[in-house]
T-cell receptor, first 115, second 109 residues
């Protein structure tokens, strides 16, 4: 597609519920990133994929967070047993490849509210 | 943790005026990027400046980079109402982007 697509746009989850957030990157983009943006803050790095390989998951806040990209295109960020502190906008970004001087294309994000 | 810090946190200007915001960072970088975020939307890449560059222009945008001071500035000239948004600097090192907390710019008609 023309841009990075994320779904759903909004998600309300009851505390303790599991959620799955989807990211459809630009076709052919090798690198895919997930970021978490709390209200009034800048995005914080969560995890990075190069094709299907998850090369860095150092930003995942806890073992309740899990991300995958099994075929090197679509990625899913799963949060188990959601807590109120998980409420944030989750942004996905992709780029042709990392390590070169180019900007990243971000999706519109999924706003997760845990009640 | 946030690597960069933008200054000011908020800026209100009249249409047609210039807007300047600054960014300071702490560690080595490959490049520094500026992004715009409209309320409730994703980030839009505006401009990238490499670590060996000092100044770059793109349309009404001018970015400077001083690696000795670990700082950058973004100038938007002849601002328009559509420039109302939050602006973030992000440092790029080893594929990770580290963002500041952003500058909220309001352009009054």
């Amino acid at each position: 597609g023309a841009g990075v697509s994320q779904s759903p746009r909004y998600k309300v989850a009851k505390r303790g519920q599991d959620v799955a957030l989807r990211c459809d990157p630009i076709s052919g983009h090798v690198s895919l990133f997930w970021y978490q943006q709390a209200l009034g803050q800048g995005p914080e790095f969560l995890t990075y994929f190069q094709n299907e390989a998850q090369l860095d998951k150092s930003g995942l806040p806890s073992d309740r967070f899990f991300a995958e990209r099994p075929e090197g295109s679509v990625s899913t960020l799963k949060i188990q047993r959601t807590q109120q502190e998980d409420s944030a906008v989750y942004l996905c970004a992709s780029s042709l490849e990392s390590g070169i001087d180019s900007g990243y294309t971000f999706g519109s994000g999924t706003r997760l509210t845990v009640v | 943790s946030q690597q960069g810090e933008e200054d000011p946190q908020a800026l209100s200007i009249q249409e047609g005026e210039n807007a300047t915001m600054n960014c300071s960072y702490k560690t080595s970088i490959n490049n520094l990027q500026w992004y715009r975020q409209n309320s409730g939307r994703g980030l839009v890449h505006l401009i990238l400046i490499r670590s060996n560059e000092r100044e770059k222009h793109s349309g009404r945008l001018r970015v400077t980079l001083d690696t000795s001071k670990k700082s950058s500035s973004l100038l938007i000239t002849a601002s328009r109402a559509a420039d109302t948004a939050s602006y973030f600097c992000a440092t790029d090192y080893d594929y990770k982007l580290s963002f500041g907390a952003g500058t909220t710019v309001t352009v009054r008609a």
